[in-house]
């Protein structure tokens, strides 16, 4: 019987990742699509209908050429919190604010008051995001808050494309209070867990995929989760830092440690560093030269003197405050100290973690770059794995879908078997052992700073 295979999505901040991979961890396929982000006065809107053409889009190009008969699942996930608000026939009633949308700034902080301080667990933390987006619609988009019946997740709206069905019951999570001045109907309950199985693709969907019918769909969750688990960590003292347009560490913790997440059993912190790709970019723009050629000059300078504090990735005023630096200074200098605070804001992330740290997989737009990745291993405190893919959020997709088909027993297997590293970078910075297979580009100059 011919090996199953299985379809990966990762609806990133500004592409859509896509690939299609058999259970030894052979990519049949890949595909990133691009769509439009409306920024201006703290807006960041896209349209969910962008990201339904750019899955279509994606999947086939990624399934071009392969046995698509062979295809037994089609895993989901994406960049949170970013509520797309449907009418009862799943029509989004306007665009989407995305998790960089800054608009609801003040409905957030009024939400988390009424909760009596921000959330520790993520499900109602996200709810209570898509609650202050609610308010913020209500007020300044009535029409559009009216004929809403509820919202999805980013992964959740591309499921019901594929399914025809909301994957979510209607209704607060519970421990959410109704008062928080939103209508209840809007407020999405349990959905299907990460890596369970949601429904089936539709037969006229299946036939514009060019998928089998009844291609199971499969949720995959947050996006940052996502690249956890395509980057293979498996084992207390591991660690992942997903580095795109932001970047969020995730370490895996000796139980009785709690996480926000568990993978392979184990509880999985996950701390967001930052933009750090948002501000990496705003430097990589003082100058025309390729990305390969400022990375490589930058990291030869010494680091200026400058207030780093100022270029915290987690300011979100940091980004305006690099072209000025680099008036001041110079664009190679200004990215040398972008580096600089983007190090220090990773070093901090780790250390609030905690714990041992035995390895730290490295995957996202970023790992590109052999020159930033030899940079960040001199200044972090242990050895830097890169994954042969990068695009590690559409991977952990297909993992998760190979285990919820049974094609593979659990996570540890799936990483055993899906998932190979290609270069290794010792604390000094030097390149360590490196397997001679690699299935993604270490190019620099092709760097995408693009996934979450």
Not at 17 to 35: E, N, Q, S
Not at 110 to 116: E, M, N, P, Y
Not at 224 to 240: E, M, N, Q
Not at 305 to 316: F, G, N, T
Request: glycine residues 10%; charged residues 20%; proline residues 7%.
């Amino acid at each position: 019987m011919a090996e199953s295979l299985f379809i990966g999505v990762d609806l990133g901040t500004s592409a859509l990742k896509c690939g299609l991979w058999d259970t030894a961890g052979t990519c049949h396929g890949a595909a990133r699509v691009a769509y439009t982000t409306e920024t201006h006065d703290g807006r960041a809107e896209q349209r969910a209908g962008d990201w339904w053409a750019a899955l279509c889009t994606a999947v086939g190009e990624s399934c071009e050429g392969a046995a698509r008969a062979r295809i037994a699942a089609i895993a989901v996930g994406g960049h949170a919190p970013s509520p797309v608000f449907v009418d009862d026939a799943l029509t989004p009633v306007g665009p989407v604010l995305t998790w960089r949308d800054s608009r609801a700034a003040e409905d957030v902080a009024h939400v988390f008051a009424d909760l009596g301080g921000r959330p520790a667990d993520g499900p109602t933390r996200l709810a209570a995001q898509v609650a202050a987006r609610a308010r913020w619609m209500r007020r300044e988009v009535p029409e559009a808050y009216a004929r809403a019946a509820v919202a999805l997740h980013s992964w959740e709206y591309l499921i019901a494309r594929l399914s025809g069905e909301a994957p979510c019951e209607r209704g607060a999570p519970s421990g959410l209070p109704v008062a928080l001045g939103v209508a209840e109907r809007l407020l999405a309950g349990s959905g299907p867990a990460a890596g369970t199985i949601a429904g089936t693709v539709m037969p006229d969907v299946a036939a514009r995929l060019g998928v089998p019918a009844g291609t199971a769909v499969v949720a995959a969750g947050l996006d940052s989760y996502l690249g956890a688990v395509g980057s293979g960590i498996s084992a207390p003292g591991d660690a992942c830092l997903t580095a795109g347009s932001s970047s969020v560490v995730a370490s895996l913790l000796e139980p009785p440690a709690e996480g926000r997440f568990r993978l392979a059993g184990l509880p999985m912190a996950s701390v967001p560093v930052g933009a750090t790709g948002t501000l990496l970019r705003a430097a990589l723009a003082l100058s025309k030269d390729p990305v390969a050629l400022q990375i490589a000059r930058a990291v030869e300078l010494s680091a200026p003197s400058v207030d780093l504090e100022a270029l915290d990735p987690v300011d979100p005023g940091a980004p305006a405050r690099v072209a000025e630096l680099g008036r001041r200074i110079g664009p190679e200098a200004a990215l040398r100290a972008v580096l600089e605070a983007i190090m220090t804001a990773e070093r901090r992330v780790l250390a609030e973690i905690g714990g041992p740290l035995t390895r730290l997989r490295l995957v996202g737009g970023q790992a590109a770059s052999p020159a930033l990745t030899r940079f960040r291993a001199e200044r972090l405190p242990c050895q830097i794995e890169v994954p042969a893919r990068h695009d590690s959020g559409a991977l952990g997709a297909a993992m998760l879908a190979a285990v919820a088909l049974g094609a593979v027993s659990d996570h540890a297997e799936a990483a055993r078997r899906m998932v190979h590293p290609s270069r290794a970078y010792a604390p000094s910075g030097k390149p360590g052992a490196s397997s001679s297979a690699n299935n993604g580009s270490d190019s620099s100059s092709r760097i995408q700073i693009d996934s979450k």
